[in-house]
């Protein structure tokens, strides 16, 4: 079969030159390329979103074929439906089918069913299309539709991918087509917008569904973001980055009903040493009760002795921070085993954390140089030098670089809150850098 474009010349310019000149406006072929597992791009004309879409596709390292999944906007064919062969053209030429791909996901799928009727009007895979024809010409695709279903389906689907590409060693990029909330103002948008971001940002399915049901987001896509995150874990993805977020707002100057547009990357990122042996403490501690050793050989990094903080995030939102001004046990590697399972069941800010919020957690820690004292705020920086503020045995401590502190006087007032040292009270001033490793 051949699809045929369906809505050139109303989301995107008809003429191959005045597409790809269009295209050329947008994005940036100098960006440094990442190699990545998958990403979120929008589907509304391009004079909207093409701005998202061409930042994001202009941020990765291409591979042959790209898995598209995109929302069923016109309630046609099967509900759940992919196209195992055949062509899809657009202005700047013809875009063949990944039939073997295709057809062992089929074969694999509980779900899926071959069917063309609802690709035929549906623009969600189509206008993602000459994007990725602009930098590889090229490239083959899989086209998926996805309309209602649980949520349980979508992750399943989404795992079923991961195994066909790993059962065919293929080389992918997995994209889930969508749109944001719709049709409510700018504010209103963007506030439900962030929420459901948090959660994609987090890799976290189960509360992308939880949130686009309490917070009623009309986010077009969230199917495809759910079986994105499944099968990019399932292959090994870690980590999530907001490229860029506007609304059509922006671009046509009425906010009072717009459309929200993420472009967001999936990929695989190496955790450092430290971070995962904070994270291996954490999770044998709250699971099993057990406290973990510290590995039989010491790289550099954990040979040290020094304080040691450690951070534990929640869908991007502290979850707990514990840690030793100073060294107090033999090494690193030993502090960070210690303060990662206090930062777990010990800050008196929060409860302890269960075993079932391990797979939503991120972590980090953060090394501390030797406190040097100062003789002003003027030898501060709330970027570059963490603080102690102390005042006789009450010391308290603020790492650097935090999300809301700029000041140094918001440095020192916040310490002087942890330790209960009065406004008035004389303090010493010290300040240290961190190491920070996530």
């Known amino acids: 079969m051949i699809r045929k474009p369906v809505v050139a010349g109303q989301f995107y310019p008809a003429l191959p030159d005045q597409l790809r000149e269009t295209i050329k406006g947008m994005v940036d072929e100098t960006a440094e390329k990442e190699d990545i597992v998958g990403l979120v791009s929008p589907h509304a004309g391009y004079i909207y979103s093409g701005p998202v879409t061409a930042e994001v596709i202009s941020h990765i390292k291409f591979k042959d074929t790209f898995v598209i999944l995109g929302p069923n906007h016109t309630g046609s064919g099967a509900p759940l439906s992919i196209m195992t062969g055949g062509t899809w053209q657009t202005p700047l030429g013809d875009v063949e089918i990944d039939s073997e791909l295709a057809r062992h996901l089929l074969e694999i799928s509980r779900y899926l069913q071959q069917d063309e009727l ?7 895979i189509e206008v993602q299309l000459p994007f990725l024809q602009y930098f590889k010409p090229d490239i083959r695709i899989v086209p998926i539709i996805l309309a209602h279903s649980s949520g349980e389906t979508f992750k399943t689907i989404g795992r079923e991918i991961a195994r066909a590409v790993k059962d065919l060693s293929r080389e992918v990029v997995i994209i889930a087509s969508s749109d944001m909330n719709h049709y409510e103002s700018h504010e209103v948008t963007k506030k439900k917008d962030n929420q459901a971001i948090e959660a994609m940002l987090a890799l976290d399915e189960d509360e992308l569904l939880k949130r686009v ?15 994105l995150m499944a099968a990019a ?3 090994g993805a870690n980590q999530a980055e ?13 906010y009072a009903a717009v459309v929200g547009y993420a472009g967001i990357i999936i990929k695989k990122k190496e955790l450092s040493p430290l ?11 709250v699971a099993e009760g057990k406290v ?10 954990m040979k040290e ?7 534990t ?16 046990r033999d090494n690193v590697a030993r502090e960070v085993i210690t303060n990662a399972i206090s930062s777990a069941t010990r800050d008196p800010r929060f409860v302890p954390i269960a075993p079932d919020e391990l797979e939503k957690l991120d972590y980090s820690v953060d090394v501390l140089t030797s406190p040097v004292p100062v003789e002003s705020q003027n030898q501060l920086d709330p970027k570059k030098y963490g603080v102690i503020v102390e005042c006789g045995m009450r010391r308290g401590l603020l790492l650097p670089d935090l999300e809301g502190v700029d000041s140094v006087d918001e440095q020192i007032n916040i310490c002087r809150l942890k330790a209960g040292i009065a406004p008035d009270e004389p303090v010493k001033l010290y300040r240290f850098e961190v190491k920070r490793y996530k």
């Open 313 to 328: 995030h929640k869908l991007g939102e502290l979850r707990g921070c514990i840690g030793t001004f100073e060294p107090q």
């Open 233 to 235: 874990k399932e292959l």
């Open 305 to 311: 002795k020094a304080g040691v903080f450690v951070s």
């Open 275 to 285: 971070v995962k042996l904070a994270k291996q403490a954490v999770e044998n501690y």
């Open 292 to 301: 973990v050793s510290p590995p039989e050989v010491l790289n550099p990094e």
């Open 213 to 227: 049901d309490d917070f009623n987001i009309t986010m077009c896509g969230y199917a495809p973001a759910v079986c």
């Open 242 to 254: 907001l490229v860029r977020y506007q609304t059509s707002g922006d671009v046509s100057g009425d």
């Open 118 to 124: 609802a690709h035929l009007f549906e623009h969600s």
